[in-house]
């Protein structure tokens, strides 16, 4: 279970990310935190279909959670599963 400090802490993350992502007008958003510490995201407007979506995913969005929170086991975007 997800404490309300970890949730914070990527909520964070995400936040300060978001204004990367609104550039190429995209967004991003938490679905879920698993009880096994998964994140699933979801990428919305133009990041949804982009063909960078992948390195949008490994290169930022889950290296700044995985700094901000070790912890975590992995990060999905619910887009590609």
């Known amino acids: 279970m997800a404490t309300p400090e970890l949730q914070q802490r990527i ?3 995400l936040d300060e990310l978001r204004p990367f992502l609104e550039t190429d007008g995209g967004d991003i958003r938490l679905v879920e935190i698993t009880q096994d510490l ?3 995201i979801e990428l919305l407007g ?3 279909d982009c063909s ?4 949008t995913l ?3 969005v889950e ?6 929170a070790p ?3 992995a990060i999905e975007a619910i887009n590609l599963l």
């Open 11 to 13: 909520e964070t993350t």
């Open 38 to 40: 998964v994140v699933r």
């Open 46 to 48: 133009a990041c949804a």
């Open 52 to 55: 960078m979506i992948n390195m």
């Open 58 to 60: 490994k290169g930022g």
């Open 63 to 68: 290296s700044a959670l995985k700094n901000a």
């Open 71 to 73: 912890e975590l086991k």
